[in-house]
């Protein structure tokens, strides 16, 4: 008894210490990135023998006298707590608790060194012996053991890469994967196979099973459901589906009984937990990267079953419907609402099940919205928006049923006296197709009634209220919404015009928007701005391959809409300053190469534009370079923020520049010095996203730009030694930038080394950070790329003024190339091999020869049988 109680207080001990490093480890991380970063450092930790030891713990069943927590229950707490604050370790344990027959203690130990285990062992895990409730020689597991169990299971497969032991296995096709039998991958499989078959065994018996295991199992499910086995293993998959619907049958039971209606004592968590795991697995939720969640093997193959239709068809007359006898808990109807909303969301087309039908649908949300309860109202609308948007990207050929069913309503909520379901509506709009707004616009307004655009409109702009009439939308939230419903609308049907266009007019959209954005652009409200930026954006750059010479665009505030936009680069909001930088470029472009009639009045607004948006990217470089240094860390952060868009905007205005247009080198110089500057800066602290705005906005600018800045500036020289850098880091595997970057550098590298002249060339080899080695990479690549003479020549020139820095090998190499290009150039039967912008002048598998030649350091010498040409 002393020694039990000196292991669990042990336990106890190492699980506080654990647990307050994991803490603080957490803490510490910013951004979620490198899991294992801080793992050696903060802790050490003989892991292999200590799980061992928590595995001898595990098969001890004494119980203290007094104490209902077991030796076997601490240890199963001290393995969770293990693995969640030393993962990579841990996992490479997971065969000694989760595999079957367990080969090996070790993950990668050798098969010399393979312990098996006794046979009596060797039917089942331990970890999955302890679910099914059963100790072996160790006794009868208690359920407070069996829920502490499922706690260490998900602790453990949290902590295994299974991403990358799944990618491992695909790539190596049948490769054994360290030792055993089988592969890696396999045998995870057959170990998560074990485990949800030992719950589906319990929970067909939910009468057995505590509300406490249940929701244990259901945070097991969460974390799993979403991870790379399921889509490659189908019998996995099938398996945890089989889970799924006995869960879900469970629930259905359940709601039917009063223990969870509404004055029957009270919601079952057991419930609420069902209802999450399952909505996990529906997916249909934004990542931070923008990314959506997609739906889960799992969940899709449980959605196919008809009992899971009977099932939400119960569900969704529970919330939607208000003659029902009883009514959910408020807490879980909201997750179940929020299950029903992802469901829409991504399989929009179980509403054609036999007992959830569209018009059962249709029918339930009317009645929805036509509720006199705001909340109930809103609740209607948010199912129209997951549905639409579901419909848009799986079936988007329902749009008769979309606006007969939903539309008429839309346009009711849109003059309804909540500003929540106004905004709510206004949202809706946003997500019609094309085909929708056909559709709408083909019907004619009553007398008493605008018209669902005119309509949407009018909720764009602030009005003032008095006792008779309403002008406007006084609630900021509903003019957002609004705004960028209308930015959508410009993107749908002002961009993609056709002759069969009979009922969507473009001159008296564009007008209508053009005059409420004008307005919408100078509201007091931040988020209103923004929005109203949004829509401007997005009709110009629609307008820009929509409109046709025919059309008259002269009752159209272009000009006054213009300068309203550049005074809105200068806000105090920061979600203004974004969507005004993108905004003004697009207008910029449209005015200047469309609206020839405004084009004079644009041209000084543009050169300002330009300028501001150079400054801006100045003052973000400076202080990421740290010359900036009177600023607030607010002032910085903003910066920082806003020199993606420069850059992005810039490329934009640069496109369509001309060296014809009027100072020039004036106001294009200093915009591409900047963006060339962040080519620089690519591997210092500088965001990635700048770094490739700027390489495509380079990328982007005229050709006939570069040849006028070639004679006057050394810009081409620069922009020749920052693209040299990137490309020779990336092609040694030094650095790594993204595969965009990278091949925008090569693409500038070749039009740079195609217009460069010796001037640049000097400039380019002044810089301390060119060495010998990027000369000699240089000339391999020029090779390769069957660059001119000229080019060869300008180098050699450059190498010779840097003798003291080079060897004089370099400039003869670059000199005898030269003459051997001059030599093909003048042949008559030489077809050119001027390179074209894009650099596709070798194949892969040459610039893949490259690329190994310079990561072994190794030197390709192309002059051998140019020497022996040369002689002849």
Avoid at 135 to 158: N, P, Q, Y
Avoid at 622 to 644: E, G, M, P, V, Y
Avoid at 649 to 668: I, P, Y
Wanted: charged share 25%; net charge negative; with cysteine.
């Amino acid at each position: 008894e002393n020694e039990d109680q000196i292991i669990l207080h042990s336990c106890d001990c190492l699980c506080i210490a654990l647990g307050s490093i994991h803490f603080l480890d957490r803490s510490s991380k910013v951004g979620g990135k490198e899991l294992y970063r801080k793992e050696s450092t903060v802790i050490n930790i003989n892991i292999q023998a200590l799980t061992r030891r928590i595995r001898t713990l595990l098969e001890r069943g004494s119980v203290l006298e007094g104490d209902p927590k077991t030796v076997r229950w601490h240890a199963l707490k001290l393995l969770a707590s293990l693995a969640r604050t030393c993962p990579r370790g841990t996992a490479a344990q997971w065969a000694l608790f989760l595999e079957e027959d367990s080969t090996a203690y070790d993950l990668l130990s050798s098969p010399a060194s393979t312990v098996l285990l006794s046979p009596s062992r060797s039917a089942c895990s331990q970890l999955v012996s302890f679910i099914r409730g059963d100790g072996g020689g160790s006794g009868i597991i208690s359920e407070r053991e069996r829920v502490a169990t499922i706690g260490a299971i998900k602790a453990l497969l949290s902590a295994m890469p299974l991403k990358l032991w799944f990618g491992m296995n695909s790539r190596r096709g049948t490769r054994q994967t360290f030792t055993g039998p089988s592969s890696l991958s396999n045998r995870v499989s057959k170990a998560l196979q074990s485990i949800f078959m030992a719950l589906h065994g319990i929970v067909r018996s939910p009468n057995q099973v505590s509300d406490e295991f249940v929701v244990e199992a259901c945070s097991l499910i969460e974390t799993i459901i979403l991870t790379e086995p399921f889509d490659v293993d189908d019998a996995l998959a099938l398996i945890l589906t089989d889970v799924l619907a006995e869960l879900s049958n469970g629930l259905a039971v359940g709601l039917s009984s009063s223990s969870v209606t509404a004055g029957g004592g009270g919601c079952n968590v057991a419930h609420i937990a069902i209802v999450k795991a399952l909505a996990k697995g529906i997916g249909g939720t934004i990542t931070p990267k923008g990314l959506l969640i997609q739906l889960s093997k799992p969940a899709k193959y449980w959605l196919d079953r008809n009992e899971s239709h009977d099932f939400l068809s119960e569900v969704f007359a529970l919330v939607s419907r208000d003659d029902r006898p009883t009514r959910i808990d408020t807490s879980l109807e909201g997750e179940v609402c929020n299950l029903i909303m992802r469901i829409l969301r991504m399989s929009p087309g179980v509403s054609n099940g036999s007992i959830w039908t569209p018009d059962y649908f249709s029918e339930s949300v009317q009645n929805l919205l036509i509720n006199k309860d705001s909340t109930r109202r809103l609740l209607g609308l948010q199912l129209i928006r997951h549905f639409i948007q579901g419909r848009n990207d799986f079936c988007a050929d329902r749009s008769s049923y979309v606006c007969d069913s939903f539309c008429p309503y839309l346009l009711c909520a849109l003059g309804d006296s909540n500003a929540a379901v106004r905004a709510s509506s206004a949202a809706c709009y946003g997500f019609l197709l094309r085909s929708d707004w056909e559709r709408l616009f083909r019907l004619r307004p009553s007398s008493e009634q605008d018209s669902h655009f005119q309509q949407l409109l009018r909720l764009c702009i602030n009005g003032e209220s008095s006792e008779t009439t309403s002008v406007g939308e006084p609630a900021a939230s509903v003019r957002s919404e609004a705004c960028k419903a209308i930015g959508n609308l410009c993107t749908e049907c002002v961009g993609l015009r056709d002759s069969s266009d009979g009922e969507i007019h473009l001159i008296p959209i564009v007008r209508d928007v053009t005059d409420a954005m004008l307005v919408a652009v100078q509201d007091k409200n931040a988020g209103v701005r923004s929005m109203a930026l949004f829509a401007v954006g997005n009709l110009s750059l629609s307008l820009q391959t929509s409109l046709s010479p025919s059309d008259n665009m002269s009752d159209c505030k272009f000009p006054a809409l213009c300068q309203c936009v550049r005074n809105c680069i200068d806000d105090k909001s920061e979600r203004v300053v974004n969507n005004a930088v993108r905004s003004a470029g697009h207008l910029l472009n449209f005015l200047r190469l469309c609206d020839k009639e405004n084009r004079t009045q644009s041209e000084a607004l543009y050169r300002e534009t330009i300028k501001i948006l150079t400054s801006k990217l100045d003052l973000a470089l400076d202080i990421l370079t740290r010359k900036a240094t009177n600023l607030s860390w607010k002032q910085r952060s903003f910066a920082k923020k806003h020199s993606w868009g420069a850059c992005h905007t810039l490329g934009a205005l640069l496109q369509h520049a001309s060296s014809a247009d009027g100072q020039s080198n004036e106001l294009f110089l200093p915009a591409i010095f900047q963006m060339i500057r962040c080519l620089r800066l690519a591997y210092d602290e500088l965001n990635e996203k700048v770094v490739a705005a700027a390489t495509a906005a380079l990328k982007l600018t005229p050709i006939d730009i570069w040849r006028n800045f070639s004679s006057e500036s050394t810009i081409v020289g620069d922009g020749l030694a920052a693209c040299l850098m990137i490309v020779y880091h990336e092609t040694s595997g030094e650095k790594k930038l993204s595969p965009q970057v990278c091949d925008d550098a090569r693409i500038l590298l070749q039009t740079f080394l195609t217009m460069t002249s010796a001037i640049d060339a000097v400039a380019s080899f002044s810089r301390d950070d060119i060495s010998a080695g990027m000369l000699d990479f240089l000339y391999s690549w020029m090779v390769a790329k069957g660059s001119k003479s000229t080019s060869f020549d300008a180098i050699a020139i450059a190498v010779s003024n840097h003798r003291s820095e080079f060897d004089i090998s370099i400039e003869q190499r670059f000199s005898s190339r030269a003459k051997h290009e001059r030599r093909r150039e003048g042949s008559p039967k030489k077809v050119s091999t001027t390179p074209s912008l894009e650099g596709n002048m070798v194949s892969v598998g040459d610039e893949a020869e490259l690329a190994v030649h310079v990561q072994r350091g190794e030197h390709i010498d192309y002059n051998d049988e140019l020497d022996e040409e040369d002689e002849l």
